[in-house]
């Protein structure tokens, strides 16, 4: 008889999970690994600093510390809001733990990221995370060295200690080693860097790499996108599950009191006539809710349809400053312009596109068949699975280029930054926007607005040429016609000669709309090639 395969049952904790799935996370080699080391790292000390409206001044190394082995050290500091000692072992050794599970716009949203890289180094390196912290006003400064308990998914407490400040210092520093492969991430490493630079020209941000060369972005401006403030949920996003959350985590006595305080958008009117819809009396105690009520409550919530849209105060666009700040900085192009679109919500999220578009100067050539597009999503570049984005379907499907007098090749840029409490990735790596018809509609029409302007600039400099080319016919004859006339008319007088070159330029000036100089400047150099 054939053996028959014995089902064993068991349960797992997430960090188990994902240290076993790691790549879903992004972790699928030392390439990769390394990358999105330095990217989880960043991304907290980014949202440590601007979206509580600091300045940020971020370091990075990665040294190599193994002469045998590709084991690399990778260090970043920030001047944030530090992390409070007694959250410090969660933060970093426990997997599925954050101070983002809220509703405000942060490039963190899971709980995961660096617990990811925590987890990698101690599978590859066996090496702890170190952790070095202190908050604004703060005393002392905090030091911790800890590993995750993978079966457990809870932080090992390696080593612990404290100092005193002898200055007002106050940010973090993490320090992670794992194996890596230094010479296949470097240039996403650099793109990376070069990439969140340009959403981040109020930043300093400086990275020493393991072929000891300096990557320098120095704050270019001291405008910073106002910080996002925590928002209530709004009614259209609601579902059962999250409606018993905030009952469980609320003491609210009445119902009506629930849909107020609870929801963002609702006022003591919005909410009788809400109940009514459903079915419930206003004053019924909160805990006496059947599930019946319960179900017709959310779908009344989620149904109403003259209520004001998601507050934006969760999210911070970068505004067309920052943008056109960063396009300048690193394509000095000839023609830039950006623009944020009108707040929109999908599934009760409020949410924000921007774009901005850079031409010419050092602007790269661009692929046959699309410009150059730098994606972004809560000021996070996102470097992979381009093909399966949103905004390329866009760019690929949606735009007309010869519309707006483009064809590619061109030294064309276009950005796209979706800004949201909710970004709908399309996996834990966050590298890609799924194609929500909300977040598609307003990504074209961002392109269409940036596009508009760069078509005006182009066509203006299309007339420009045309009307340079006719100036450098016209003005080819001035010579000859004002010697011919000397003659005829001057006995071949220089200065008679002089005279009528001056009154031809300006006649044809006139006539064409051309200003004098240009007509003057290809005399000149007509006179030059003689
Ligand atoms: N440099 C830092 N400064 C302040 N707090 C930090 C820093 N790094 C991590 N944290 C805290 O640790 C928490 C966990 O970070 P982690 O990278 O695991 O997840 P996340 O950033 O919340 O979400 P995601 O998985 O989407 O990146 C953060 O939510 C934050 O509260």
Redesign the pocket.
């Known amino acids: 008889m054939s053996e028959t395969p014995v089902e064993k049952y068991r349960a797992i904790s997430p960090a188990e999970f994902f240290y076993k799935y790691r790549e879903i996370a992004g972790f699928s080699n030392p390439a990769r690994a390394i990358y999105q080391t330095v990217r989880?790292?960043v991304?907290?000390?980014l949202?440590?600093t601007d979206a509580h409206g600091i300045m940020p001044d971020i370091k990075i190394s990665i040294r190599k510390v193994d002469e045998i082995q590709e084991f690399y050290r990778i260090t970043?500091e920030?001047n944030?809001?530090?992390?409070p000692p007694d959250?410090v072992p969660d933060?970093?050794g426990r997997?599925l733990?954050?101070?983002?599970?809220v509703l405000r716009q942060?490039?963190?949203?899971?709980?995961?990221?660096?617990?990811?890289a925590v987890l990698y180094g101690q599978m590859t390196t066996g090496r702890p995370v170190e952790v070095i912290?202190s908050k604004p006003g703060f005393k002392r400064i905090y030091y911790f060295k800890l590993r995750i308990d993978v079966n457990r998914n809870e932080p090992v407490i390696i080593e612990r200690g404290s100092w005193r400040k002898n200055r007002e210092w106050h940010?973090?520093i993490?320090s992670i080693t794992i194996e890596g492969d230094w010479g296949r991430a470097k240039p996403k490493i650099k793109e990376y860097l070069f990439k969140t630079a340009i959403v981040t020209p109020y930043a300093n941000i400086v990275a020493l790499t393991p072929d000891d060369e300096i990557i320098y972005y120095p704050r270019i401006i001291d405008k910073i996108p106002r910080p996002p403030l925590e928002v209530k949920p709004h009614p259209h996003g609601v579902d059962l599950e999250l409606l018993k959350q905030i009952i469980s985590s609320h003491n609210y006595t009445s119902v009506e009191e629930l849909l107020i305080k609870g929801f963002q958008s609702i006022g003591e009117a919005t909410a009788k006539s809400i109940l009514q819809q459903a079915g419930i009396d206003p004053g019924k105690p909160v805990s006496e809710l059947s599930d019946n009520e319960l179900l017709s409550l959310v779908n009344t919530l989620k149904s109403m349809k003259d209520i004001r849209a998601p507050s934006i105060k969760a999210i911070s666009p970068l505004g067309s400053d920052v943008i056109i700040a960063g396009l300048k900085r690193v394509f000095q192009p000839e023609f830039v312009y950006a623009v944020s679109r009108r707040p929109q919500a999908y599934q009760g999220h409020p949410f924000i596109v921007e774009a901005g578009i850079a031409y010419g100067g050092k602007t790269p050539m661009s692929d046959d068949d699309k410009p150059i597009i730098l994606r972004y999503a809560n000021k996070i570049p996102l470097l992979y699975d381009e093909g399966s984005d949103v905004t390329t379907m866009v760019v690929k499907e949606d735009i007309s280029w010869d519309h707006y007098m483009v064809s590619f090749p061109a030294p064309i840029a276009i950005l796209v930054h979706v800004c949201s409490t909710k970004i709908p990735f399309k996996g834990?790596g966050?590298e890609s926007i799924a194609d929500v018809p909300e977040v598609r509609k307003e990504i074209k029409l961002v392109l269409m607005d940036v596009l508009r302007e760069l078509k005006k600039y182009l066509s203006k400099k299309a007339k420009e040429e045309e009307l340079k080319k006719r100036a450098e016919h016209l003005a080819k004859y001035i010579p000859e016609v004002a010697r011919g006339l000397s003659v005829i008319v001057a006995n071949g007088s220089k200065d008679f000669e002089v005279k009528l070159v001056q009154k031809l330029v300006s006649i044809i000036s006139r006539r064409t709309g051309i200003p004098v100089p240009e007509i003057q400047q290809v005399l000149e150099s007509i006179r030059i090639g003689a």
Not at 80 to 83: F, L, M, R
């Open positions: 989880e790292l991304e907290n000390a949202d440590a970043v920030d944030g809001i530090g992390i959250v933060a970093f997997v733990f954050s101070s983002k599970y942060t490039r963190g949203m899971y709980g995961l990221g660096v617990k990811m912290t940010g973090t993490v834990v966050k």
